[in-house]
C-alpha cells in the first residue's frame, strides 16, 4: 500500500534509498520532494500528447496509449540508470497525485525484486505539508532581523553568523535574487513553489527555541513571494540595525554587484523603471557613471539619490523593536567578521 506522511518531517526523512518523481521534467523543474531523482514516466512531449488523447478522444485510449509510453521509458530507466542498483535496493516512487504513473513503475521495479514503496498523494501530498508550514500554521519559529542601508553586506555576513552558531536563512539565496531592481542573478530565480519548498525544508532544520536570523525584506523578492506565515513574523520580528559608512558601503556593493552595474546597457534596462520617480537626467547619469566605468560613484550615487531616501522612508511608519546597533568601519572580509562578532554577542545577551 502506498505510505502516507503526515507531517513535513515524516516524509524529508523517508528512510528510502532514493526517491524517485516520475512526473515529466516540467512538473520536476518547478518542484520536487529534496533530494528526488527524476526518472520520467512520460516525457514532456508524451504526457501533452496523452492528456489530448485522453480529453478529446477517450479516457480508455489515453490510459492504453500511455501505459505503452510509461512501460517502454520505465524499460529504458532500468537498461540505464537503475542498472546498477543491486537487490538491496530500497526506492521510493512518487508522481503527480500517486497514481498510475507512480503505481505502474513501482510494480515494475517490484517485478524485478527491488523493495519499491509509493507515496499517498504523491506530489500534491507534499505540497500541502509544505503549505500548511508557510501559510496555514503560525510560524513557530522565532525571527529576528538583520536590517540597515544597501551596502551594509547583510547577505555576506548571514554565512558568518552561522558559523558562530547562530541560526540563520538567507532569503535571498533561496530566492536567488538580492531584493532590488538590481538584484537580479545569473540562471534566474526558482518557481515560487521551487522556493517554499526549499524556505519549508530551511525551518524545519532549525530549533524552533532558538533565535533566527534573517534580512529584512519586503513582501517580496524579485518576483518571489514571501509566505503569508513568515512574513506575519517578520513584520513582528525585532531588528539588528547594522550602520556604516556611505563610503565603506560604496565600495562593498561596488565589488557585491560589479557584474551587473560594469554593463551599462543592463543598467539601464533595469534602472528603466525609476526614471518617472527620480526623472530622467538623474537615471541618465548614473548609466553615464556605469559607461566610464565608475562603479564606487555610481554605488554612491544609487544609494543618496534612490536607496536611502526609500529605505528612510520605510523607517519612519516602522515600529518594530531594535536590539541594537552595530558599528562596521569598513564592509572588507575583515570588517564583517567584526560585525559577525557584534550581532552573535547582541543575541546571546537578549
Not at 543598467?267 to 530622467?280: A, D, I, M, N, T
Not at 536611502?308 to 546597533?325: C, F, H, T
Request: hydrophobic residues 40%.
Amino acid at each position: 500500500m502506498p505510505i502516507q506522511f503526515t507531517s513535513l518531517n515524516a516524509i524529508l526523512n523517508h528512510g528510502f534509498d532514493t526517491v524517485i518523481d516520475v512526473r515529466s521534467p516540467a512538473e520536476f523543474a518547478e518542484d520536487h520532494i529534496p533530494g528526488a531523482i527524476n526518472l520520467p514516466a512520460l516525457s514532456n512531449k508524451q504526457r501533452a500528447e496523452v492528456g489530448t488523447i485522453y480529453t478529446q478522444i477517450s479516457a480508455f485510449d489515453g490510459r492504453k496509449i500511455g501505459a505503452g509510453m510509461v512501460i517502454r521509458n520505465v524499460a529504458d530507466h532500468i537498461d540505464g540508470p537503475l542498472m546498477e542498483k543491486d537487490g538491496a535496493w530500497r526506492p521510493l516512487v512518487y508522481c503527480w497525485r500517486g497514481g498510475q504513473r507512480s503505481g505502474v513503475f513501482s510494480t515494475l521495479l517490484s517485478e524485478i525484486g527491488w523493495r519499491a514503496e509509493t507515496v499517498k498523494g504523491g506530489y500534491t501530498a507534499f505540497r500541502r505539508l509544505v503549505k500548511a508550514s508557510l501559510y496555514d500554521d503560525p510560524l513557530a519559529h522565532r525571527l529576528v532581523l538583520l536590517d540597515g542601508y544597501t551596502g551594509t553586506a547583510k547577505t555576506e555576513i548571514l554565512p558568518r553568523l552561522s558559523a558562530r552558531g547562530v541560526q540563520t536563512i538567507d532569503l535571498e539565496g533561496l530566492a536567488c535574487h538580492r531584493g532590488s531592481l538590481l538584484g537580479g542573478m545569473p540562471g534566474g530565480q526558482p518557481a515560487q513553489k521551487a522556493f517554499e519548498t526549499g524556505l519549508a525544508v530551511a525551518l524545519s532544520k532549525l530549533d524552533p527555541a532558538r533565535p533566527v536570523v534573517v534580512e529584512a525584506e519586503s513582501s517580496k523578492i524579485g518576483r518571489i513571494a514571501i509566505p503569508s506565515s513568515v512574513f506575519a513574523a517578520m513584520r513582528t520580528a525585532p531588528r539588528i540595525v547594522i550602520q556604516a559608512p556611505l563610503s565603506a558601503r560604496a565600495a562593498y556593493l561596488a565589488t557585491a554587484y560589479q557584474e551587473v552595474i560594469s554593463d551599462p546597457i543592463s543598467v539601464s534596462e533595469k534602472l528603466e523603471p525609476l526614471r518617472r520617480l527620480r526623472g530622467h537626467a538623474t537615471v541618465d547619469r548614473w548609466v553615464e557613471l556605469s559607461k566610464a566605468g565608475a562603479l564606487v560613484d555610481l554605488s554612491h550615487a544609487l544609494m543618496v539619490e534612490h536607496y536611502d531616501p526609500s529605505y528612510a522612508k520605510s523607517r519612519k511608519i516602522d515600529q518594530r523593536a531594535v536590539l541594537g546597533e552595530v558599528k562596521a568601519e569598513t564592509l572588507d572580509g575583515a570588517g564583517q567578521e567584526r560585525a559577525a562578532d557584534q550581532i552573535a554577542a547582541l543575541l546571546n545577551a537578549s
